[in-house]
């Protein structure tokens, strides 16, 4: 299995240019996340999807659109990328939280590398 | 109080000794926290999840305090791959979907 797999690795858009970072997982994970990583800041959450058909926001969703394409799948996408989405960008999965409410153990991807200048 | 808060490290250890490392948390209604393991360059991993009052795994041990809402994560006889970033995680939002990493603490273990 590969696990959680990210397209492309790295990445370098000029200010205003679009793009979409793919993300998929070979786990039959019902839900899946896209998060930003900046020096200091730590792993922000930007949209979830909790299963297929399904997408929210999360802490930081401002400029950017996902799609769950598949239960597999998962896409985000920056319309008119500003040097403040320079980041470091993760995809991960996890089964649903369980009966009780408690949470699942996501799993991530190798993350993909995005610079706008 | 933070919702996710670690000490800011970083921790310089010799081989062979024991560290610890604490992390408070702010949403009382969590069930099940985690510790991730983040190399440099390299996606977060999970090291162990804690669901009661505690976990051990080998030289790994977490333990849970709810009442005063913190996590510990202790590591025996530190090895020089156990140099890492580690990432103190806490469920928040509704239905557990979403995770709140802490900022993490960095542990680098020298010959």
């Known amino acids: 299995n590969a696990g959680v797999t990210q397209t492309p690795k790295f990445q370098v858009l000029k200010t205003g240019q679009s793009m979409t970072l793919q993300c998929a997982q070979d786990?039959?994970?019902?839900?899946m996340y896209w998060y930003r990583q900046d020096p200091g800041m730590g792993l922000r959450l930007i949209y979830y999807?909790?299963?297929?058909?399904?997408?929210d926001k999360g802490e930081v969703p401002n400029g950017y659109n996902v799609s769950r394409l598949n239960k597999r799948e998962f896409s985000l996408r920056l319309e008119s990328a500003a040097p403040s989405q320079t980041s470091v960008y993760f995809c991960a999965s996890s089964e649903a939280p369980t009966s009780g409410g408690a949470a699942d153990t996501q799993y991530f991807g190798p993350g993909t590398r995005l610079t706008v200048l | 109080r933070k919702e996710v808060e670690q000490d800011p490290g970083p921790f310089n250890v010799p081989e062979g000794a024991t560290v610890a490392f604490n992390c408070t948390y702010s949403?009382?209604?969590?069930?099940?926290f985690f510790w991730y393991r983040q190399d440099c360059r390299k996606e977060p991993k999970l090291l162990m999840s804690v669901y009661s009052s505690g976990n051990e795994d080998g030289r790994f041990t977490a333990q849970l305090n709810r009442a005063s809402q913190y996590i510990s994560l202790l590591i025996r006889d530190s090895k020089l791959s156990d140099s890492a970033t580690y990432l103190c995680v806490v469920p928040s939002g509704a239905g557990s979907y979403q995770l709140t990493f802490g900022k993490g603490t960095k542990l680098s273990v020298i010959p």
């Open positions: 786990m039959n994970h019902n839900s």
């Open positions: 949403n009382s209604a969590s069930q099940s």
């Open positions: 999807s909790a299963s297929e058909g399904t997408t």
